[in-house]
């Protein structure tokens, strides 16, 4: 089931996303109520809405199926569950859901019976970009309802998660945000931040941008930039795992192919790399880790 927004006149504020119950209050209902309803039954922590419902509360989008959240805290994650729970919805189990909602790795998901969808996050989206302080400096305040404060994340971020996912629509509302208008060296910044050892933010930022200018011809002024740190930290991964192998047995340039699944040119500018470096040599046709 699809979602609209609402810009029309009420008598009480609306965010823009019709918030769906099986009760009285009807099919159509604002963000600001749904938030109030959450927080009348104990919720009060800080509340960073994202995806979709966020796009739409900037004017961006005009439709959301779920609306997803980021917490900090466990214990948020735990009181927010709690919550929803108490406005009759149902936890869904793992083994139920899409391949697609597998892959988001949200921490809980839970929906009503109008199948109305709430994914929440603990501090990381997909296991992959977490709340980092530069996000919550750039959210701003949505609402409050006594101790729960709800946050929308800036439109810059919004973009960089929407990169490491892998939603069938993540594409058309990338390319949504790109035509807001962004700060793309907010972006370039903290996808840089982001990057860590086990996930190389920059090669999901590049892959979105290039399908972007591929099917719609648009351009960035971090495109290159990224190509360029994606590859420098490829190679730094790769030379990595060279050593952490070398470190184990010693081993000729065959074994390295075979081992590492790559060709002969791409293994010889990281060996050329970590000799130049004194990290390895080679004795008697046989590459190891240098000692001293």
Known sequence: MIWSCSFVPVHEPIYGISFGTK????????????????????????????????MI?????????????????????????LALE??????????????????????????????????????????????????????KILMEKGQLKVWII???????????????????????LA???????VIFTECIDQSRHDMICEIDLHDKLDKLKTSFGLET???????KRSHEQMELWFEDRIIKELTINSMTMVEMINRFECD?????????????SGKIEQIKGRYEVKCG
């Open 57 to 81: 509360r900037y004017g961006v989008k005009a439709a959301t199926k779920d609306i997803d959240v980021l917490l900090s805290t466990q214990k948020g994650v735990e009181e927010l569950v």
């Open 179 to 185: 035509r807001s208008g962004l700060d793309w060296e």
């Open 23 to 54: 009760t009285g209050w009807g099919w159509c209902m604002g963000f600001e109520t749904g938030m109030v309803m959450v927080g009348s039954v104990g919720i009060w922590r800080n509340l960073y809405l994202l995806g979709g419902a966020a």
């Open 154 to 176: 800036s439109k810059e971020d919004i973009f960089l998660l929407k990169s490491v996912t892998q939603r069938d629509d993540d594409e058309d509302d990338l390319l949504l």
């Open 86 to 139: 108490r406005l009759d919805y149902k936890q869904k189990q793992t083994s139920k859901l899409t391949p697609e909602c597998r892959m988001m790795s949200a921490t809980r998901i839970l929906e009503n019976a109008d199948g109305f969808r709430w994914d929440i996050f603990h501090e990381y989206v997909c296991k992959k970009l977490r709340l980092s302080p530069g996000m919550i400096n750039r959210a």
């Open 221 to 227: 002024p971090i495109t290159e930039r990224i190509l």
């Open 264 to 276: 002969e040119k791409t293994l010889l500018v990281s060996l050329t790399s970590l000799k130049r």
